[in-house]
T-cell receptor, first 113, second 116 residues
Framework: ETGVTQTPRHLVMGMTNKKSLKCEQH?????MYWYKQSAKKPLELMFV???????ENNSVPSRFSPECPNSSHLFLHLHTLQPEDSALYLCASSQVAGNTEAFFGQGTRLTVV | AQTVTQSQPEMSVQEAETVTLSCTYDTSESDYYLFWYKQPPSRQMILVIRQEAYKQQNATENRFSVNFQKAAKSFSLKISDSQLGDAAMYFCAYGRLRGGSEKLVFGKGTKLTVNP
């Protein structure tokens, strides 16, 4: 496989559930990102990991918990979400200081019921 | 904080004709990058074109070109000879390396419809 792969593609969960989103990149990049895409709003940067360290956390509620075990994998752990958290969650990767653009996965469409 | 504004929520164009999508941004930085991304119904964001702020020459990629006006903080995308496959959401994005990572700020997007 090449590129950035996200699983699952679709997820429906109740407000009391715990689930995780997974992102994997096969591009040899060393920075990974979580973005939230809601209808009629700009893409919101949630978390940035650079060289496996979290370098940015944009005031994201604690019900979202990221994990980056290595430079190829990124997780977003979800618990006690709210209906307004329903959105498309996009993962991206890039090469730090490599002057390259970010490459995106196809996203996970999350619905909280 | 940097902001990116796309003032056209929707645009349409006839197949084979030319369309221009607008983007303005606000920053106090002098060194940065600008991007146009395309998001088709498959949802995957695909880079269309990028421009380094220090370059005066406008970037071009086949049928896609930009009009970069640094002083006006304007970065429009021109699509020539539009094709049905160009129909998608187009996002303008601002980025710079900070703290060892590239941070992208996106506009709200413009939905482009291509009419046969």
């Amino acid at each position: 496989e090449t590129g950035v792969t996200q699983t699952p593609r679709h997820l429906v969960m109740g407000m009391t559930n715990k689930k995780s989103l997974k992102c994997e990149q096969h591009l040899g990049h060393n920075a990974m990102y979580w973005y939230k895409q809601s209808a009629k709003k700009p893409l919101e940067l949630m978390f940035v990991y650079s060289l496996e360290e979290r370098v940015e956390n944009n005031s994201v509620p604690s019900r979202f918990s990221p994990e980056c075990p290595n430079s190829s994998h990124l997780f977003l752990h979800l618990h006690t979400l709210q209906p307004e958290d329903s959105a498309l969650y996009l993962c991206a990767s890039s090469q730090v200081a490599g002057n390259t653009e970010a490459f995106f996965g196809q996203g996970t469409r999350l619905t909280v019921v | 904080a940097q902001t990116v504004t796309q003032s056209q929520p929707e645009m349409s164009v006839q197949e084979a004709e030319t369309v221009t999508l607008s983007c303005t941004y606000d920053t106090s930085e002098s060194d940065y990058y600008l991007f146009w991304y395309k998001q088709p119904p498959s949802r995957q964001m695909i880079l269309v074109i990028r421009q380094e702020a220090y370059k005066q020459q406008n970037a071009t990629e086949n049928r896609f070109s930009v009009n970069f006006q640094k002083a006006a903080k304007s970065f429009s995308l021109k699509i020539s000879d539009s094709q049905l496959g160009d129909a998608a959401m187009y996002f303008c994005a601002y980025g710079r390396l900070r703290g060892g990572s590239e941070k992208l700020v996106f506009g709200k997007g413009t939905k482009l419809t291509v009419n046969p």
